[in-house]
Nanobody, 123 residues
Framework: QVQLVESGGGLVQAGGSLRLSCAAS????????MGWFRQAPGKEREFVAAVSWGGGRTYYADSVKGRFTISRDNAKNTVYLQMKSLKPEDTAVYYC????????????????WGQGTQVTVSS
């Protein structure tokens, strides 16, 4: 059974930074792509970033490109999302997810989810 546990969310002022972490267990972490998604109240879940099984490929939504960095440490079974220059519109619950393949930018291929961590950016 796959378990994903996010941490690192919180309240930050606009322009600030946060680093989210997601610890995974339950199957071979280094085999699968990992992604970060977010959902704000009243909005659909947004695909924020993805990293391939070995870390060599990454994907970013246009809304976060240049500000967010996704990375992974396969030795620690952990994926990270470094967020800089945060804006109030980044406020959302952020979810970590694991795909069924080694690389994917298709939302439906992300089938395992964490419980989410709240990020609130004040203006």
């Amino acid at each position: 059974q796959v378990q994903l546990v996010e941490s690192g969310g919180g309240l930050v002022q606009a322009g600030g930074s946060l680093r989210l972490s997601c610890a995974a267990s339950g199957r071979t972490f280094s085999t699968y792509a990992m992604g970060w998604f977010r959902q704000a109240p009243g909005k659909e879940r947004e695909f924020v970033a993805a990293v391939s099984w070995g870390g060599g490929r990454t994907y970013y939504a246009d809304s976060v490109k240049g500000r967010f960095t996704i990375s992974r440490d396969n030795a620690k079974n952990t994926v990270y999302l470094q967020m800089k220059s945060l804006k109030p519109e980044d406020t959302a619950v952020y979810y970590c997810s694991q795909a069924t393949t080694g690389w994917s930018t298709v939302l439906n291929e992300y089938v395992y989810w964490g419980q989410g961590t709240q990020v609130t950016v004040s203006s």
